[in-house]
């Protein structure tokens, strides 16, 4: 299993979260670890929870709308709409909570994904810049555990990637 780090800055000025994450596996089973819905149920969600795919249409213009369960069966849903693909380079989403028709809950904060792809001899490398309305939304997240969250579920892709290479 790899041993690399997730990379966390945080950009006050400009609203953004930067994660960069490398994993010992090609660019294009990466890029299916997070584009395939069966795949991203397996490691999305940091254990105990899990993750699971309502509908998936990966592509520009089409969306994701998953729930994230809890141990005790509690549930999150979230709603990716996909902005822009490019095929194993990238993609860019608009994100949010939402009820089970997949309707942004306004109270909670939107999130707007720029998630890029590249692979240098048998690595890829995964940059993701998420920015935000306002300051506020983006320190909500944060205390919300997302840094915790997403680095357990990133690791999870890492297990995934190991067992399944």
Same mark, same amino acid.
């Given at each position: ?6 990379? %966390?800055?945080?950009? /006050?000025?400009? !609203? ?6 490398? &994993?010992?596996?090609? *660019? ?53 709409? %996909?902005?822009?693909? /490019?095929?194993? !380079? ?6 949010? &909570?939402?009820?089970? *028709? ?59 990637l190991a067992n399944n290479g």
């Amino acid at each position: 299993m790899n041993t690399k780090e997730t990379v %966390f800055t945080k950009d /006050e000025q400009n !609203k953004k979260l930067i994660v960069v994450r490398a &994993f010992d596996a090609p *660019q294009e089973q990466v890029w299916k670890a997070w584009t395939d819905s069966a795949i991203l149920d397996q490691w999305w969600a940091p254990k105990p929870y899990r993750a699971e795919t309502k509908t998936m249409d990966f592509r520009t213009c089409g969306h994701w709308l998953y729930f994230m369960i809890g141990p005790q069966g509690d549930t999150t849903l979230c709603r990716v709409n %996909f902005v822009t693909v /490019e095929d194993q !380079k990238g993609f860019s989403t608009e994100t949010f &909570f939402c009820d089970a *028709q997949g309707n942004e809950n306004p109270d909670l904060p939107k999130m707007y994904w720029d998630t890029r792809f590249s692979q240098s001899g048998k690595v890829t490398t995964v940059n993701i810049e998420i920015s935000f309305d306002n300051l506020e939304d983006m320190e909500a997240i944060i205390k919300m555990g997302f840094k915790e969250g997403f680095t357990m579920g990133l690791g999870n892709l890492d297990e995934y990637l190991a067992n399944n290479g």
